[in-house]
């Protein structure tokens, strides 16, 4: 079985950019989001990562911690960064893992159990190295998105998906499509009628299973 929805992540200890890490201790009491990328000096990640650090200040705001993974050498990324940045135009400050020997990529399901990297490799080799946890502070996964190697991520939508996971975290709430932070929410098929009433507040009754709500503060 592979990494599902409210699975506990898996807990590794890995080298960095910027140092070793344990990746549960790392998270922390945080919000975290994992995304992945199957080389270094590549086109598109080098774009994404350049997204994700323009964003540095949404993290924070959500207090969320982000990090990188590719599978090159923690030098590599240090090197990487410094090409990330100039297309950027602001610092990446968050870390990326080294995942040389693909345990991490196998661990997260990204990779079979006997996946290895060539002599010569190309990103190709790693492709499915391309997705993006989105991780809560109990440590299970809320969110899981790959990409192929040719469509660049959208982190205006992983935001978006960000804020209706924390939005949405431990309450009998969802939302509905294309939601953003200030609509709606529906209240979960799990709440009574009166249940909600009493909870909510006003609860419009679009259907008798589509109930809305004003998002609690």
Request: proline share 6%.
């Amino acid at each position: 079985m592979g990494l599902r929805i409210n699975d506990t992540v898996p807990n590794f200890t890995a080298q960095t950019d910027q140092g070793e890490i344990t990746f549960h201790d790392w998270i922390g009491d945080s919000w975290a989001i994992l995304f992945s990328h199957p080389k270094d000096f590549t086109p598109v990640c080098t774009t994404e990562f350049g997204a994700v650090a323009q964003l540095a200040d949404e993290w924070a705001k959500r207090g969320t911690k982000v990090i990188g993974l590719s599978v090159d050498e923690a030098e590599e990324h240090v090197k990487w960064k410094s090409d990330i940045e100039t297309v950027a135009e602001t610092k990446a400050g968050f870390p990326i893992i080294a995942d040389v020997d693909l345990a991490v990529s196998k661990q997260f399901d990204m990779l079979p159990a006997d996946a290895y990297l060539p002599d010569g490799r190309t990103a190709a080799d790693s492709a499915s190295v391309r997705s993006v946890y989105i991780i809560s502070p109990d440590k299970k996964v809320q969110l899981i998105m790959t990409y192929p190697m040719s469509v660049g991520r959208n982190f205006a939508e992983v935001l978006r998906a960000l804020d209706a996971l924390q939005a949405t975290y431990q309450t009998p709430i969802a939302t509905g499509a294309n939601w953003v932070p200030g609509q709606d929410v529906i209240v979960a098929l799990t709440v009574s009628d009166e249940e909600a009433k009493e909870k909510f507040g006003e609860v419009d009754f679009k259907l008798p299973y589509l109930r809305l709500t004003k998002a609690p503060a």
